[in-house]
């Protein structure tokens, strides 16, 4: 897999540009402010059809402008394909050789990972961010990870209107009651099985991280993966857990909170409540790791995400590090940089230090110095 051109018209601060990548690695220098994540935030749009960052449409779309369009040259298992992406304030039309395409399907075509300064923060952030982290991966490794998750949170959203409206008073409680019960057993469905693809993922990545972090930290950290619902770690009986059973514990756990819900006017029970939580030689690593841990932590975790895909799919996806060398001490970062020279994929990597690291020198790279939204 790899993006041999992009081209942009008026996306963020650049106005027209046309640029031709290495195969291996590219690596966009330049001072703050210039537009160095911008380029990485267009190549992440067309694979994950989203930034890594948070932005709306019209964030995106150069000042004072309508629309964006960002264009990709890809290559896939020999074949060529050309990805387009109009962004408009009201929406985003994506196509692939000219044919519109899902959100749902832009994943499966084309995986990327990214590290971001904004990615690194996910061990410390609310737990929010953390089932984000894995419901990425599960969507990088699994065909159908975007679809259930889109669908589990269309469910979601149609529960929470139900149960607001009878909060604001607009339904009464019979009624309320039994709209629920009718969309309940798809609710639960969707929510079982995002759970369970979860708690399986993270199982079976589960020595991948620790090696990672080992490598990564060249210390001997223990590291632990816990899947929480209701304070119940899941991971620890991944084995010979069936849908079933997560779908029972859920219908319990509905029955239990259903005044709570109506009261609140939200869904209480689900995997958008489960919790995910690191432990980092047996400490909750929220509360006990510092900035570097948890970074290296999250580094870990992709690395091993990188390594399960390319495990599942015999290739590796593309690797976006968005200022990440700068964040980590002298080991960490030679250890990462040993990592990018051993998997084979194409990386595009910003950084604000135009000496960059000997060992990162690659056959088939590229050097683009970023300056006001144009490369040098
Ligand atoms: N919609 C937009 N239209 C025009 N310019 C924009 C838009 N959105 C952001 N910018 C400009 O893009 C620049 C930020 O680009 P970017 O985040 O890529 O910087 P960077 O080179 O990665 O810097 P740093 O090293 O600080 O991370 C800023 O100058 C900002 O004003
Ligand atoms: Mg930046």
Known sequence: MKMSKLRLKDFRNFTNLEIQFADRLNIFVGENGQGKSNL???????????????????????????????????????????????????????????????????????????????????????????????????????????????????????????????????????????????????????????????????????????????????????????????????????????????????????????DAELSSGSSLVGPHKHEIVFLYDQKDSRFYCSQGQQRALILSFKMAQIVYYCKLHGAYPILLLDDVLSELDFVKRGALIEFLQSIKTQIFLTTTDLHLPEELRMNQSRVFEVKEGRIL
């Open 40 to 258: 990485l935030e267009a190549i992440s749009l067309l694979s994950l059809n989203e930034s890594f960052r948070y932005a709306d449409n019209e964030n995106l779309i150069r000042y004072n402008q309508s629309a964006s369009l960002i264009e990709g040259d890809l290559e896939k298992n020999g074949l060529d394909f050309k990805v387009k992406a109009q962004i408009l304030k009201s929406r985003k039309n994506v196509t692939w050789n000219d044919k519109k395409i899902s959100q749902a399907n832009i994943r499966n075509h084309f995986s990327c990972v990214v590290f971001s300064p904004e990615s690194l923060s996910y061990i410390k952030e609310a737990s929010d961010e953390r089932r984000t982290l894995i419901d990425d991966a599960f969507i990088s490794v699994d065909p159908l990870g975007a679809g259930l998750v889109a669908e589990f949170r269309k469910a979601l959203k149609t529960r929470n209107k139900i149960l607001r409206d009878y909060s604001d008073e607009q339904k009464d409680k019979k009624s309320t009651l039994s709209v629920l019960e009718s969309i309940e057993p798809l609710y639960l469905n969707l929510a079982a099985q995002l759970t369970m693809k979860r708690i399986k993922l993270l199982f079976d990545m589960k020595s991948e991280v620790q090696k990672a972090m080992t490598f990564i930290t060249k210390k001997d950290v223990d590291i632990l993966v816990e899947y929480r619902i209701s304070a119940e770690n899941y991971l620890q009986k991944a084995r010979e857990l069936s849908l079933e059973q997560i779908n029972n514990a859920l219908y319990q756990r509905l029955q239990q909170l259903r």
